[in-house]
């Protein structure tokens, strides 16, 4: 298998298939990132789509200090931010907003069968939390970004990543009758 950093250098020199090799490999995991953040799928769709076109535009000034994915994951966080800025936020999701097959790919993510009634019953969670707080969660507890990491992303203070994350777990407990969630 071909890694993240030879397919990078091959793209540099011009080579789209080697772009195109690094999109089919992470456009999953970014559709899923934009899609919990966004909460509507054609807004997913879009940042997707604008974060793999600013990645080929800006290519040159990634500087392997970080994973590719990793970066790929900050510029969809500042997609969906910019759209959300641009276009208003809401505060709810409704059932409509949240795409079943869409979810349950995402929880799939290649690692075999899930429950697709739990996926929705976490997704309908997540979805449901105050933005500050459901990106949080998305950035830290989904994806294992540090709350150094999550704080940058997001233009935020460490300690307000912090206290989003403890509000965002409260939250989820309250909403999924659940004791105790892990860390």
Same mark, same amino acid.
């Given at each position: 298998? @071909?890694? &993240?950093?030879?397919?990078?250098?091959?793209?540099?020199?011009g080579?789209?298939?080697a772009?195109?090799? #690094?999109?089919?490999l992470?456009?999953?995991?970014?559709?899923g990132?934009?899609?919990?953040?966004?909460?509507?799928?054609d807004?997913?769709?879009?940042?997707?789509?604008?974060?793999?076109?600013?990645?080929?535009?800006?290519?040159?000034?990634?500087?392997?200090?970080?994973?590719?994915?990793?970066?790929?994951?900050? @510029?969809?966080?500042n997609?969906? #931010?910019?759209?959300a800025?641009?276009?208003g936020?809401?505060?709810?999701?409704? &059932? %409509?907003?949240?795409?079943?097959?869409?979810?349950?790919?995402?929880?799939? &993510?290649?690692?075999?069968?899930?429950?697709a009634?739990?996926?929705?019953d976490?997704?309908?969670? #997540?979805?449901g939390?105050?933005?500050? %707080?459901?990106?949080?969660?998305? #950035?830290?507890?989904?994806?294992?970004?540090?709350?150094?990491?999550? %704080?940058?992303?997001l233009?935020?203070?460490?300690?307000?990543?912090k206290?989003?994350?403890?509000?965002?777990?409260?939250?989820?407990?309250?909403?999924?009758?659940?004791?105790?969630l892990?860390?």
């Open positions: 298998m @071909i890694s &993240d950093a030879t397919l990078v250098e091959a793209a540099r020199r080579d789209m298939r772009f195109e090799r #690094l999109y089919r992470h456009s999953g995991r970014v559709m990132l934009c899609l919990r953040m966004a909460r509507r799928r807004v997913a769709e879009d940042c997707v789509q604008q974060t793999f076109i600013r990645a080929w535009r800006n290519l040159a000034a990634f500087e392997g200090r970080s994973a590719f994915g990793t970066w790929l994951h900050r @510029i969809a966080v997609e969906v #931010l910019t759209y800025r641009n276009h936020t809401r505060t709810e999701a409704n &059932d %409509a907003d949240i795409d079943v097959d869409a979810a349950v790919d995402v929880a799939r &993510d290649g690692s075999g069968d899930v429950d009634g739990e996926v929705m976490v997704e309908r969670a #997540l979805a939390l105050p933005e500050g %707080a459901r990106n949080v969660m998305v #950035l830290q507890a989904i994806y294992g970004y540090s709350h150094e990491e999550v %704080a940058d992303m233009g935020i203070a460490v300690g307000t990543c206290a989003q994350l403890h509000r965002g777990r409260h939250l989820l407990r309250e909403r999924m009758g659940l004791q105790e892990e860390s």
